[in-house]
């Protein structure tokens, strides 16, 4: 009798802890982006768009595109709204293999990096260039109060992982103790 109680207190603290984890370790996760990921592109796009499961905050230096040889963008001023985070770029360099790695802070808190591949089939012309970098002035000008990351107690009100941690341990020294308890009784 004594091995079933404690064996239920068992079950019953790790099911606590199992319920109280889910979700403090869930991640925001890209939902689409533009230019896609593995994408083949003909021209450069004038702007990188990122779409978010749910809203996001900017990291310093929250974009950037590498391309073959070092090649680096200029990425405008990054505006986010809700889960969407838009950015004029500059795009310059040879036609080949690029990489659009994004920095955010998700809505409970965690940084996440990441990055999106994609290929240019033709070299970055002076032309499209010139045009990209015309088109991206006022949206950059346009943009940038949006930028600014909310602080963290304003994100969404969610609960931060520090939290869910000390409660599975709260969890976890209960079951403990009730099963010391349950141990030490006197048999009838």
């Known amino acids: 009798m004594k091995i079933a109680r404690l064996l239920g207190?068992?079950?019953?603290?790790?099911?606590?802890?199992?319920?109280?984890?889910?979700?403090?370790?869930?991640?925001?996760?890209?939902?689409?982006?533009s230019p896609a990921e593995g994408a083949s592109l003909?021209?450069?796009?004038?702007?990188?768009?990122?779409?978010?499961?749910?809203?996001?905050?900017?990291?310093?230096?929250?974009i950037s595109v590498t391309g073959p040889d070092g090649a680096k963008w200029t990425v405008g001023t990054p505006a986010v709204v809700d889960a969407v985070i838009t950015a004029p770029v500059t795009p310059a360099g040879?036609?080949?293999?690029?990489?659009?790695?994004?920095?955010?802070?998700?809505?409970?808190?965690d940084k996440v990096t990441a990055a999106v591949h994609f290929t240019l089939t033709a070299p970055v012309s002076s032309s499209s260039a010139a045009a990209?970098?015309?088109?991206?002035?006022?949206?950059?000008?346009?943009?940038?109060?949006?930028?600014?990351?909310?602080?963290?107690?304003?994100?969404?009100?969610?609960?931060?992982?520090?939290?869910?941690i000390l409660v599975a341990v709260v969890v976890v020294l209960a079951a403990v103790v009730v099963a010391l308890r349950l141990l030490r009784r006197p048999r009838p």
Request: aromatic share 6%; glycine share 6%; charged share 15%.
């Open 132 to 164: 990209t970098s015309a088109a991206a002035v006022p949206a950059t000008a346009t943009s940038a109060t949006s930028a600014t990351p909310a602080p963290a107690s304003e994100i969404g009100g969610s609960v931060p992982a520090w939290v869910w």
């Open 9 to 33: 207190a068992f079950l019953l603290a790790l099911s606590g802890v199992l319920l109280m984890a889910g979700p403090a370790s869930a991640h925001t996760e890209l939902k689409s982006s």
């Open 42 to 62: 003909a021209a450069p796009p004038r702007k990188i768009e990122l779409t978010f499961e749910e809203p996001v905050t900017l990291q310093q230096d929250p």
């Open 94 to 109: 040879p036609a080949g293999a690029y990489t659009l790695t994004y920095k955010v802070v998700s809505d409970d808190g």
